[in-house]
């Protein structure tokens, strides 16, 4: 939990207001699992397509993604999400790949 404190103070008048906030933050569940199968010096891949349900665009990058096989590779690195779109990443999977 976190707790801390927000104030606003009237510069001329010195009136002010605080609020107090206490935030629970939970580790989030995977969303989908995807299981890549390939032999070996053989690749495959498979998209991801990201929504970005916002007014605003997003920058997405390879780096927040996390990956727990070392032959597994993401392209681009980087992708902006335009508002109320969405684009795809592609996971590829390169076993023994010298």
């Known amino acids: 939990m976190v707790k801390f404190t927000v104030s606003f ?3 001329t008048t010195g ?3 605080f609020y107090q906030f206490a935030i629970t933050v ?5 969303v989908e699992k995807l ?3 390939s032999a070996v010096r053989e690749s495959c891949s498979h998209p991801i397509v ?5 007014n605003e665009d997003v920058k997405v990058l390879k780096s927040q993604f996390v990956f727990a ?4 590779e993401m392209t ?10 969405s684009r795809e990443f592609n996971v ?6 010298i």
């Open 9 to 11: 103070k009237e510069k």
């Open 15 to 17: 009136e002010y207001i």
């Open 26 to 30: 939970e580790e989030s569940k995977d």
């Open 35 to 37: 299981e890549l199968v």
């Open 50 to 54: 990201i929504e970005n349900p916002t």
């Open 69 to 72: 096989n070392d032959y597994l």
């Open 76 to 85: 681009p690195d980087e992708i902006v999400i335009k508002a109320h779109e």
């Open 92 to 97: 590829n999977f390169r076993p023994l790949v």
